[in-house]
């Protein structure tokens, strides 16, 4: 069975291809999000890179801040629950999600089987989002890409203390203006994200494991504040960015499997053979595989990218 999340963001439109609710063959990332051709893109990418039609597709759903303008999909679900099971896919063990994205930041907690407990969403501001990154990126006049590493070697980092970006993007070019390195900005505005979002984790309650999803979670100067701020390890997977698409294509699987698992109630098939049902409860209730083993693809020499995770 072939099934496919569409993550359509403010700013990026991610779709990932799953096989049997197990094996990635396909992905993409377009720059691109709702209001453009973006979506399209992006799952016109996804479907060339795993050499199948749209015919090929059983069921596809729709999640983040465009979903409802994707008129193509079978089934929406909110960015927290693809996000939740996305995750959860990728590190078993997780209790807190930490997920920041282009608009908003949000923090979600899970119990020891994954179901979601509780969750706190900031989207009234945009201190704390990766639109305050971008927007500091453009005053230093970098790409956003390359704020982990430049954070990486500061030596003094500065402290960025305004809550709004507005009086934020004042605050960096004042310490600019007084010959702060531009090492010790970005991290002072990488702990800065770090310090609006936390308070959200704390609210939820810190357990580990915790992670960090989405776009802003591959920055490790924000990762490496995030640490510091929480006192805990906070781990982060290269597919990150996709999380969201992927928490959708699983969540797509499992609602055909759910869909057949009534059917074959209703029809007297032998819904007592393992092969033929699935046990458990996923965070929004829908049926999860029995045995629950963490999310580890064949492994492939020569490469240290995305690549590793997908087989």
Known sequence: MITIGIDIGSTTSKCVLLEDGKR?????????????????EAYETALLQGGVTGSEITCMAATGYGRARWAAADVEISEITAHALGNH????????????????????????????????INDKCAAGTGRFLDVM??????????????????????????????????EVISQLARGAAVPDVVAGIC??????????????GVKDQVCMSGGVALNEGVRRAMEQVLGTPVV??????????LGAALFAYHKVNSTAHRAGHQSGYDT???????????SIGLNLPSTAKPFVPAPRTGHSSFEDFVS
């Not at 990635?24 to 709702?34: C, D, N, R, W």
């Not at 702990?191 to 939820?204: I, N, Q, T």
């Open 89 to 120: 896919l990728l590190f078993p063990q997780v209790r807190t999600i930490i997920d920041i994205g282009g608009q908003d930041a949000k923090a979600i907690a899970l119990d020891e089987l994954g179901k979601m407990k509780n969750f706190v």
């Open 272 to 282: 007592t053979n393992p092969s033929a049902s699935l046990t458990g409860q996923s």
């Open 191 to 204: 702990a800065a994200v770090a310090g609006r979002v936390a308070p959200l984790v704390k609210r939820v």
């Open 24 to 40: 990635i063959f396909g992905h993409s990332l377009v720059k691109s999000g709702v209001g453009t051709n973006g979506p399209q």
């Open 137 to 170: 990126a453009g005053i230093l006049g970098l790409d956003l890409a390359e704020l982990g590493d430049i954070a990486a070697k500061a030596e003094n980092p500065v402290s960025i203390s305004s809550t709004c970006t507005v009086f934020a993007e004042s």
């Open 236 to 245: 982060c997977s290269p597919m990150a960015q996709l999380a969201g698409a």
